[in-house]
Nanobody, 127 residues
Framework: QVQLVESGGGLVQAGGSLRLSCIAS????????MGWFRQAPGKEREFVAAISRSGSSTYAADSVKGRFTISRDNAKNTVYLQMNSVKPEDTAVYYC????????????????????WGQGTQVTVSS
């Protein structure tokens, strides 16, 4: 059972930057594809970014491409989301998620592909 703990959320002005972190309890962290999702009030949870086990492949939603960067440090069991040029519409609770890779292809943008979730961290962007 993987436990995920996010941190780094807070209040930031539009145009500013923030870095979210998610640390996993699992020793075999490198066996997991990791993702970030977000959920704004009254909206469904949506895909933000994902990263492969080694970190060699990354994926990002169109809404954050060029602004947000996902990365990971397998030695530290941690995945990051660097958020630059943030906008008020980025305001949401951000969730870290993990998928144990066991063969076959999955849709990394589909939250149903991820079995493990953190508790979320609030990001608020002021205009």
């Amino acid at each position: 059972q993987v436990q995920l703990v996010e941190s780094g959320g807070g209040l930031v002005q539009a145009g500013g930057s923030l870095r979210l972190s998610c640390i996993a309890s699992e020793r075999t962290f490198s066996n997991y594809r990791m993702g970030w999702f977000r959920q704004a009030p009254g909206k469904e949870r949506e895909f933000v970014a994902a990263i492969s086990r080694s970190g060699s492949s990354t994926y990002a939603a169109d809404s954050v491409k060029g602004r947000f960067t996902i990365s990971r440090d397998n030695a530290k069991n941690t995945v990051y989301l660097q958020m630059n040029s943030v906008k008020p519409e980025d305001t949401a609770v951000y969730y870290c998620a993990a998928h144990l890779v066991s063969g076959g292809s999955v849709d990394v943008t589909d939250l149903r592909s991820y079995a493990y979730w953190g508790q979320g961290t609030q990001v608020t962007v002021s205009s």
